[in-house]
């Protein structure tokens, strides 16, 4: 098992909702690992946004942060140049700035798994030609 899980909003979202069909997994998993779970400024917003769409509070989001559960682990600004690439090399995709910066973010991390249920991540890879571990349910 990977020592740092960097996290995607899907799961998020999916912990937040007890409708959601991922809920059970989710609340699993989020009981079983480490905080704090590593994302991004991008990540935060879409689950805000996904979750205040579905009826719920965004404002669980940030609570999610103040208590450290969840860490921001990259700035956009700072890795504005490596996110820039990743786009482009994935521009068919195509790549959005939340998961630019995931990839990212699992280059930057050692012993890592991205938490998420977006079958991109399958087509992405890190530092070149490596594979981005997953970790997601069975069937994602």
């Not at 977006?118 to 890879?125: E, K, L, P, S, T």
């Amino acid at each position: 098992m990977a020592v740092n899980v960097v996290v995607d909003a899907g799961p998020i979202v999916a912990w937040l909702n007890a409708r959601d069909a991922r809920h059970e997994w989710v609340k699993g998993e989020f009981a079983r690992l480490k905080p704090p779970l590593l994302t991004c400024e991008p990540v935060l917003a879409e689950a805000g946004f996904l979750v205040q769409r579905s009826g719920g509070d965004p404002g669980t989001i940030l609570a999610l942060v103040v208590k450290g559960v969840l860490r921001v682990a990259i700035s956009v600004q700072d890795e504005a140049a490596h996110l820039h690439a990743l786009a482009r090399r994935y521009r068919d995709v195509p790549m959005s700035l939340a998961d630019a910066c995931l990839v990212r973010l699992a280059e930057l991390v050692d012993e890592v798994s991205v938490m998420t249920f977006d079958a991109d991540f399958r087509i992405y890879r890190r530092r070149g030609r490596q594979v981005i571990p997953i970790l997601a349910p069975q069937g994602t």
